[in-house]
């Protein structure tokens, strides 16, 4: 005997992202605005300005990847189970984007899922993380290992925020911006090179190009069974940084700028990229401060920790790597002694 279970896709998950000053957003349910201390000292009472809801409630966790943890996720279930939450009550993400990938797990398991909103306060937060849905948590085996695949139901982008962005963070902001143009335009990469990004204007541009690069993919890919995959350059080998330096010496972005120095270094041993074009990626990143370099203590250490990236399957390594400036390839075969080769390279 057979019984078939057609779950048709019925429901459309499409969203806007609005890239405008903060306008009236109202709610006809009980909200939780999710936030740390610095964002709501700085911004939450711009926000309390523009909202209306029937119930609002502030949420406050530690700020830093180190409390991208389990233990803020029972803090906001709990807040959310005293106050009475269902299933029609909204989450608001308000901050960078350790609180936009935790906020969006809590709502993807609160009662088997309610809808939240993305209010991003940082560089990085504004052009990715905010865009496209992962959410997640961190535990000892690495980065984002635990979440859900779950879209927010809008995204507001306001640049007010970059007012109080300390230059690290807008540094950390600028790496993921150079990971999309390097792998899907070149010419977007050109605009980056000779263009300065502390100009508003020219901020506003790179955003809404980036949000729109992001946008893209997500629509063709939304859970990373192929191209969305190539969003991950620089990452592989960022993760296991931040996880050496245990989530406190590195910006989620800093970590990725130097991964795409080491991605790089690999695609030029691989013939993928001439050391040129390496050197200017690289001298893009330096403009704004980024890290490029890192200290390997343990070679093998390092190599086995790949293994824990979600891209991986089993004993088969996946690496994202740059096909010059402006493309990009998705690698399941690279050899453990190219590998090792390029980590032994980040030896002092």
């Known amino acids: 005997m057979e019984i078939n279970i057609e779950l048709v896709q019925t429901i459309d998950k499409s969203y806007k992202i609005y890239i ?40 406050t966790v530690s700020d830093g990847e180190q409390y991208k943890n389990i233990e803020s996720v029972d803090q906001i279930l709990e807040s959310l189970f005293n106050h009475k939450f269902n299933r029609s009550s909204k989450i608001i993400a308000f901050g960078g984007g350790v609180i936009g990938d935790m906020s969006g797990f809590v709502a993807s398991i609160y009662q088997r899922g309610i809808d939240f909103i993305q209010i991003p306060t940082t560089l990085l937060s504004q052009v990715d993380a905010s865009v496209g849905g992962k959410t997640g948590i961190n535990n000892k085996f690495g980065k984002n290992l635990i979440g859900a695949f779950h879209q927010p139901k809008a995204v ?41 990004l502390y100009d508003l204007d020219i901020i506003k541009e790179v955003i809404a190009l980036s949000a729109q690069t992001k946008a893209n993919v997500v629509s063709q890919d939304e859970k990373e069974k192929g191209i969305r995959a190539a969003l991950n350059y620089g990452h592989t080998f960022g993760h296991v940084i931040e996880k050496e330096t245990l989530y406190k010496k590195y910006l989620h972005g800093e970590a990725v700028a130097i991964g795409m120095v080491m991605a790089n270094k690999l695609a030029c041993r691989l013939n993928m990229m001439s050391e040129d074009e390496a050197l200017k990626i690289e001298s893009l990143l330096k403009k704004y401060n980024l890290p490029t370099t890192y200290e390997i203590k343990d070679v093998e250490s390092f190599y086995e920790a790949f293994f824990l990236d979600k891209k991986s399957l089993d004993t088969t390594l996946t690496f994202i790597l740059p096909s010059n400036i402006g493309g990009v390839e998705i690698l399941k075969d690279v050899k453990k002694d190219d590998l090792i080769e390029v980590l032994k390279c980040f030896i002092s």
């Open 156 to 196: 507001y982008i306001d640049t007010h925020f970059l007012s109080t962005l300390p230059r690290r963070e807008f540094g950390a902001g600028v790496a993921e911006i150079v990971k999309m143009a390097v792998t899907f335009d070149k010419d977007f990469f050109n605009f980056l090179y000779s263009n300065d």
């Open 20 to 59: 405008e000053k903060l306008s009236k957003i109202k709610l006809d349910t009980k909200v939780a605005i999710i936030t740390n201390p610095k964002v709501s000292g700085l911004h939450l009472k711009y926000l309390l300005d523009s909202l209306e809801a029937k119930e609002i409630y502030i949420i």
